[in-house]
């Protein structure tokens, strides 16, 4: 998987055997003819690009894993990990996602649920200084 994205490209990680995965997918093809197709039960994550998807939410690596999957429970849950650690899990297990995460440029989100993806389409609201 390359860990150079194009800004202008949509970019959409999911599994493509979901029904979540599915519909993220559909949103995707609605919003840009162009879609970077990352799905997670065909293609491997890096560390590098995991790291960049996180950074993009602006949230911890641990806070997009499905904690009531029965790999989470079985393999993962209790430990305490540092941020590699937790971006291997990650890009070890990309299953692990929550949901599907859509990237365009410097915006990305966690499709929880799939239609979450329109976010990417509103506009910026930065805050007046």
């Not at 998987?1 to 999911?14: A, D, G, K, Q, W």
């Not at 993962?76 to 070890?92: C, F, H, S, Y």
Request: hydrophobic content about 35%; glycine content about 4%.
């Amino acid at each position: 998987m390359s860990t150079t994205l194009n800004p202008r490209e949509l970019t959409l990680v999911y599994d493509s055997t979901t029904s979540e995965g599915r519909k993220a997918l559909a949103y995707a093809f609605s919003l840009s003819s162009k879609v970077n197709r990352q799905d997670v039960s065909e293609v491997k994550l890096s560390t590098t690009f995991v790291r960049q998807v996180v950074k993009a939410l602006q949230l911890r690596p641990k806070d997009l894993l499905n904690r009531a999957d029965p790999y989470y429970q079985q393999h993962v849950r209790g430990r305490d990990l540092n941020m590699e650690g937790w971006l291997d899990v990650l890009a070890r297990n990309p299953r692990l996602l929550k949901g599907p995460i859509a990237l365009l440029g410097d915006r990305a989100v966690l499709c929880e649920p799939p239609s979450l993806i329109y976010q990417l389409t509103k506009p910026v609201v930065r805050p007046v200084e």
